[in-house]
């Protein structure tokens, strides 16, 4: 199942749909405009989520291969984790470090991560080697 983030440009509400019944979700009076996530633009150096698997259930999710900023300014507001049967949200807040591990059922299908200047990316691509990081990760 593909995920679907639509965002409100008035009150600046995100939203995901785990289960799409079809109509468009609306807020502030209008109906909310589609995330469509990045892969191939401009900056995705800083945005694309590198997914490693750390042992068989804990994947390791740093927001991109240089490590994106994390100032009260600009940073990473979440990380979205989907495999075959969950979702999971960790939010970060400015002073984190752009990385989380995620405890799954699975391997993830997709990993999404959103900036607040640069929008919702996505990979599917799951770097199937043993993490061996030392860095302060959320969990
Ligand atoms: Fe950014």
Redesign the pocket.
Same mark, same amino acid.
């Given at each position: 199942m593909i995920l679907h983030f639509y965002h409100c440009p008035i009150c600046g509400n995100i939203i995901v749909k785990v289960h799409d019944g079809g109509p468009t979700p609306v807020c502030c009076g209008s109906e909310m405009r589609p995330l469509v996530p990045k892969r191939e633009e401009e900056?995705k150096e800083? #945005?694309l989520p590198v997914v490693k698997r750390c042992d068989h259930y804990t994947f390791e999710v740093e927001v991109g291969s240089v490590p #994106?900023p994390m100032t009260d300014e #600009?940073h990473i507001e979440f990380i979205c984790v989907q495999t075959e049967n969950e979702t999971i949200v960790r939010h970060l807040s400015p002073g984190d470090d752009p990385v989380s591990l995620f405890v799954c059922d699975s391997a993830p299908q997709a990993v999404y991560a959103f900036?607040n200047?640069?929008g919702l990316w996505m990979t599917e691509t799951i770097e199937d080697i043993r993490c061996e990081t030392k860095k302060k990760c959320k969990r």
């Open positions: 900056y800083k #945005h #994106h #600009h900036c200047r640069h």
